[in-house]
Structures are given as C-alpha cells and as structure tokens.
C-alpha cells in the first residue's frame, strides 16, 4: 500500500482546496514524490526499501566526515599559507606551535561556523545517490527555496528575536550591567558582524538541509509516524551541541521542535532557516559586544537568558505558521492541503492512504 499522501481523485467542495499542478519530468534517473506528499515523506518514493534510509545515513555519516575533514585541511592550509611571517616564527621559535597559530578566536569563530557549510555537499549527494531522488526536494515541496517566502520569514525572525533581545539588553543596563564591557575594538566586532551576516546564514541553512531536511525525511520513511522522526532528530541535533546545562537542553529541543512542526506544516525549511538565522546572527551582534564569542559551548545559563529566547521561538512559530496558512502556502507535492496541527499528515490522507503507487515496498 502506499504510505504517499496524495488527493484522492474526487474533488473536494468547490473552493476547498485549490488542485494540485502537476509536475515537470523530473531529470534522468530521478523519482519523483506522487502528487499530494507531505514534506517529511519526500524520501519515501517509488524507489524506498525497508533498508534504503538505513544505507542512507551510513553513507551521510561517512560522506560527512570526509567533507569536514576536507574542509578542515582546506582552512589550516589558507590560514598557513596566508599568514607566512607567522608561520616562519613558528618554523624559527621551538617555543611556538601551530596550535599557537591557530588560537586567534576570530579565527576559530569563524571555523566553527564555516566548517558546518561542508554539510551541504554530503546531504545533496546522499540524497541523490541512495534515495534516487532531486536534492531540491530535501528543500521544500515545490523543489527548492521559495525566495518571497523565506525572506517573509526572516523579517519575522528578525522581528521576534530582535525584540527578544532588544529587551534582554534593556534589562541588563535596568540591572546596572555595562554593556560595552570588554569590547573588542571596532575591526574585531565589524568581523563578527561580517561572520554574523554572510556566514551564519548558511551554516544554518546547512544544518537546516541536514536535521529538518534529510534526517527528519529519512527516519520518517522509515517510522511512518512525523512525532517519532522529529523527536530523533531533534535529540541528534541536541547531541550536536556542547551544552551542558538542562535549560538549554530544552530550549535546543523545542527549538528543534519547532522548527520540524514548521517544516511540515509549511511545506519545507524556509521558516526554519530563518529561525537558526534569526537566533544565531543576532546572538553574535550581542555578544560581540562583550568581546570576540567563545566557541565553547559549556557551563550553565541564568533562567532570565533562556526563557525570552523559548518565548521568542513560540511566538515566531505561531506568527509564521498564521502567515503561511494566509498566503495558501503548498504544504504537500503539488499544491495546498490543510496539515492537521497534532497528527501532522494532511486532512484528507485517510482517502489517499488507500492509494497504491508501484514499487513501493511496504
């Protein structure tokens, strides 16, 4: 049977939902997703096993650690190799390293985020090689970002936090914080400022494809429940993460929730890169102020830095998924039916679940 969540033949009401287009010819060797599938099943195509998301994280896992390592060798050799004078003193002074080379924490700010770009290439050919299917559906269900919406998104993302932590500022200089307090010089922050505005969009977006994009389609292949592949993938995003404190373990999590719940709801990964934007790019304005940001991620957070940020993130899911549902966003393959907020599959699967598509193993 198909596990696929197209529209059943019969129309519905007249002004219901609109009808589902149809599709261009996908490319030589790619299987398309059947008309009417949700976003998180877009890895279930004619071409599933019960074995083929198994094959498919094994093959990320080992694609992923060949790009970082790639990219990692990448940039100790440019900062070698674009740094002679202090390589010589490193060759000259025994005293010295090239650990001691690569400490400088803007550097190291920089690498952490810019390393996490090397994710995309792996999530683009696993998608394509095991799953036989176009990478732009890792993306959304029309295949790819859809420019209007995303940039709807991230002004609302810039919104919420931005007011978010525009009242954490507030309150810092109520309580007699000086906010300036170890800045780190005008070239230093306008370098975090550079980070913050071309390089952390995409290390979003590249976690964004992985967690929200591959993962989540790949584990609900396999589950066939939404609920059991976003509470995997979200505690593997959690893993991902050097916190150590419990109360940022649940925001990372209903953060991660979120922005599965988005995805699906909304038909792709628009409002969850906008989200990661969002929270990142403006956590490094602030704390940039403070001195260059430390890649640690350990030690414990006051409560009163925690709970606006939860807040921020359910208030910007509620107002984008408003926005969403006023603009007749497509949610599945094709067009526009209604996801149930709870279950998570479309209003009308019940009928199309009865639909058969051939070569889909059960």
Excluded: K
Aim: proline share 8%; charged share 10%.
């Amino acid at each position: 049977m198909s596990d696929h969540f197209a529209r059943a033949d019969q129309p519905g009401p007249t002004g219901e939902n609109p009808p589902l287009a149809a599709e261009p010819p996908p490319p030589r060797g790619v299987l398309r997703a059947v008309p009417g599938t949700p976003f998180d099943m877009l890895a279930r195509n004619p071409a599933h096993r019960w074995w083929r998301p198994l094959v498919t994280l094994l093959v990320f896992a080992g694609t992923a650690v060949l790009a970082l390592i790639c990219m990692t060798v990448l940039f100790v050799g440019m900062i070698l190799m674009g740094m002679p004078t202090q390589v010589l003193g490193v060759v000259v002074d025994p005293a010295l390293s090239v650990d001691d080379l690569l400490r400088d924490p803007l550097l190291m700010l920089f690498f952490s985020f810019a390393l996490l770009v090397a994710l995309i290439p792996a999530a683009v050919l696993t998608a394509r090689w095991t799953q036989r299917r176009s990478p732009a559906s890792l993306v959304s269900v029309a295949g790819g970002f859809r420019g209007r919406w995303l940039g709807s998104t991230l002004l609302w993302g810039l919104l919420v936090f931005g007011t978010m932590f525009g009242v954490s500022l507030l309150l810092q200089v109520f309580a007699g914080v000086p906010l300036l307090e170890g800045f780190p010089g005008w070239w230093s922050y306008s370098s975090i400022v550079l980070i913050a505005v071309i390089v952390v969009p995409v290390q979003s977006a590249a976690e964004e494809l992985v967690f929200r994009g591959l993962l989540l389609q790949t584990l609900n292949a396999w589950f066939r429940v939404p609920w059991l592949g976003i509470v995997v993938s979200s505690l593997v995003f959690l893993s991902g993460h050097g916190y150590t404190d419990p109360a940022v373990w649940g925001e990372l999590l209903l953060m991660a929730g979120a922005m599965c719940w988005l995805s699906i709801r909304t038909g792709g990964l628009e409002a969850a890169v906008a989200l990661h934007v969002s929270n990142n790019s403006l956590s490094l304005f602030i704390a940039g102020l403070s001195g260059v940001p430390g890649v640690e991620q350990g030690g414990n957070y006051p409560l009163t830095q925690v709970i606006p940020l939860m807040v921020a993130v359910v208030v910007y899911t509620w107002l984008v998924d408003r926005s969403a549902a006023r603009r007749g966003l497509h949610t599945v393959v094709g067009g526009r039916e209604p996801i149930h907020p709870v279950t998570l599959r479309p209003r009308g699967s019940s009928r199309a679940e009865s639909r058969t598509t051939e070569g889909v193993n059960s």
